[in-house]
């Protein structure tokens, strides 16, 4: 295996907005938050994020601004991805330049591509930048996924050095981690954390963590204790809130549960919109559930 940007719970950050833009001070205390919650790394601009409704200006200003704040306290790793390869060179090697650690690429979206084209994508950007690169695979989203194949040549490329794998299917993560030896795994759904660090994972990008912090961060750490039965213990009382926060498309129900906590990060853009009335208030029993406080 490379080594890994980090291992353990990076959390897929919410951009907190304003009316007329993103509130940076808000994001400084999510930022502090997740530092003093022992989260290991900060993905920003990523789907949680809401990264496609930002302009490049915007994009790059909030990695600027995450890379300053966390200023070496956790790897800040960004999502430069997109369906139009110039683009995703161009946001790859500006974020580079910006100081992040990592880079989060997609599989394109839309106009999807062969298995040809998706390995001359990676290729393409990878040979752009100098940093690592952690391939995104999210098939419910994109409508694309790599064949075992074509993630055996992307391994073959240096800074190419893990994957974020979010299909949900445990027999396609178990061929991932049996044939491409050479790539992390990080789980990319909240609720199978512990069966990937199971077949060797090293962690999650977790859009739970942007809540429960340290028990994300604590669901790895055990069990990398060897604390397997209290690590699948906290995966096991997670999994309703970690439900509710999907009863909608991500970052619906996260956003609006970190509002109804108290943590202020404003609205959602569109076309996103705040839940339905019975969504939010499965989700504010889910949290009170959970044990924590609604405001």
């Known amino acids: ?5 980090f291992t353990g719970s990076g959390v897929a950050i919410v951009t ?8 940076f001070d808000k994001l400084g205390e999510l930022i502090e938050f997740h530092v003093e919650n022992k989260t290991d790394a900060i993905i ?7 990264a496609s409704t930002m302009p490049d200006e915007e994009h790059l200003s909030v990695i600027e601004y995450a890379v300053k704040k966390t200023a070496g306290r956790m790897p800040v790793i960004a999502g430069t991805g997109s369906n139009d390869t110039p683009h995703a060179i161009k946001l790859s090697q500006a974020a580079e330049k910006l100081g992040c650690d990592g880079l989060l690429i997609v599989t394109p979206y839309y106009n999807k591509t ?38 055996k040549k992307l391994a073959k490329i240096d800074n190419i050095v893990a994957i974020k794998e979010a299909s ?7 061929k991932v981690a049996a044939n491409v030896s050479e790539l992390a795994i990080y789980s990319g759904n909240d ?9 060797g994972g090293l962690g999650v990008i977790s859009v739970a963590a942007n809540i429960i912090p340290k028990d994300m961060h604590d669901m790895c750490q055990l069990y990398f204790d060897g604390r397997v039965k209290e690590s699948a213990k906290l995966q096991l009382n997670a999994l309703d809130l970690i439900d509710k926060l999907f ?5 619906i129900p996260v956003k609006n549960a970190m509002n109804m906590l108290g943590y202020g990060v404003g609205n959602l853009r569109m076309p996103l919109c705040d839940l339905e009335d019975k969504n939010a208030e499965a989700v504010k029993a889910s949290l009170i559930a959970y044990g924590l406080e609604v405001k």
Do not use: W
């Open 114 to 151: 062969t298995q040809k084209g998706l390995y001359l994508h990676y290729k393409a950007i990878a040979e752009s930048v100098n940093i690592p690169i952690i391939l995104y695979n999210v098939p419910g989203r994109t409508k694309m996924s790599f064949a075992i194949d074509t993630l």
């Open 1 to 5: 295996m490379k080594k890994p940007i």
């Open 44 to 50: 920003i601009c990523g789907t949680t994020g809401e």
């Open 191 to 199: 609720d199978m954390v512990v069966p990937t660090l199971s077949v």
């Open 16 to 23: 907190p907005f304003t009316e007329n833009g993103v509130d």
């Open 168 to 174: 949900g299917d445990i027999a396609y993560l178990s």
């Open 247 to 251: 009863i909608e498309v991500n970052p």
